[in-house]
């Protein structure tokens, strides 16, 4: 394991400025934000900043400006909607860089909060630029990382930013993401069963090589499973594969039988010979798909097999919708998946924007034990890569030895 990390429990907070990089990367619409999940999942953070008389400078990147302000990205409305959450004025600075935000930064008294504008107005943050870095730095005394959907990426305000601040600690989102995961890399309780889903096969390869080590199953939906179907030489239709990725899908499936872990692909499927909304859907008798027609969603066999591996398992980790989510009818599988889980009792994480989106929309989340926040963060740490916007952070003091110490947060 790597060292602990320092934790924004751990800081000294009083008169200091507090640079919090923050996952505000939220959907607008009319002016305003269209869904506050992430500003909320921040809240933590930030009070505990202000309880212990800090003054927070947050940051967060929005959409992808490619480098040039664009102002339909600003984070304008985000201040707004944060300073209702929060109950106090958010002050909104022009730039995250520059004179401006400095003299800003400076004249922050307790119990205000500072919200830069979009990173990413900037080319430098993506570059991880040294210079961009230190501008960033000059406005703060201290570091806190919140952001744990960032930290596998190796961006200034993410890596560069805490090679001039120091100390460098994780916020309470971040150690809790970190704490949950890890729980699953290391030592999860049996059975354990992997759901992965989505659109492609090539962005969960390193993920499932990973797992093969740790889980009883692996149950695949979405569009991915198609590659698998065809590895094994299932007929699929129309549907999408990854004909590249078709023979290391084949790999995959032999490793896993190998080392005695079950890979359970779709028995059946909801097919249409178009994803266009309203086109007539049927479900197919069995695995197979005929030619002409694709499968959109996993069928009703399928959803009772998968609702029968998760009422085995004692561990269980969620990424990835089982159908076309944002088509219904195409999403009754997913969602069928979301409250077969949420009726049992068991260590559950579930990642990923659509698999959220769908436990969110029924209102389940409070009956997973942890509902990421990470996306590709998460995918990437369960496959055992060490991110880089985690070990940016300072160590922690090791921890005398004996019943009774202190655990000083961060990473597990």
Known sequence: MPPRKLSVRDLELKGTRVFVRVDFNVPLQGGGVADDARLRASLPTLRLILERGGRPILASHLGRPKGRPVPEMSLRPVADRLASLIGRPVRMALDCVGPEAEGQ?????????????????????EKNDEGFAGALAALADQYVNDAFGTAHR???????????????????????????????????????????GGAKVSDKLDLIHHLIARVDAILIGGAMAYTFLQAKGVAVGGSRVEIDLV???????????????????????????????????????????????????????????????????RTIFWNGPLGLFEVPPYDQGTN??????????????????????????????????????????????????????????????AEPAGPGRKKQGGQP
């Open 247 to 313: 023979t290391h899908a084949r790999s995959l499936l032999a490793r896993a039988a190998e080392s005695g872990v079950r890979i359970e692909l779709p028995r059946d499927h909801i097919v249409a010979a178009s994803p266009a909304p309203g086109a007539p859907s049927r479900a197919t008798s069995g695995a197979e798909i005929e030619p002409g027609l694709i499968g959109l969603d996993v069928g009703p066999r399928t959803r009772e097999a998968f609702g029968e591996e998760v009422r085995r398992a």
């Open 154 to 196: 190796a961006h200034a305000s993410v890596v560069g930013i805490t090679r001039r601040l120091r100390p460098s600690a994780g916020g309470l989102l971040l150690d809790r993401e970190v704490t949950m995961l890890s729980r699953l890399r290391e030592a999860p309780d049996k059975p354990y069963v992997a759901i992965l």
């Open 336 to 397: 069928a998946l979301a409250r077969a889980i949420a009726s049992i009792r068991v260590f559950s994480v579930v990642g990923g924007g659509d698999s959220v989106a769908a436990v969110n929309r029924q209102g389940l989340a409070d009956r997973f034990t942890h509902v990421s926040t990470g996306g590709g963060a998460s995918l990437e740490f369960l496959s055992g890569v060490d991110l880089p916007g985690i070990v940016a952070l300072t160590d922690a003091p």
């Open 105 to 125: 930064s400076r004249e922050l008294r307790d119990g205000e909060i500072l919200l830069l504008e979009n990173l990413r107005f900037h080319p430098e943050e």
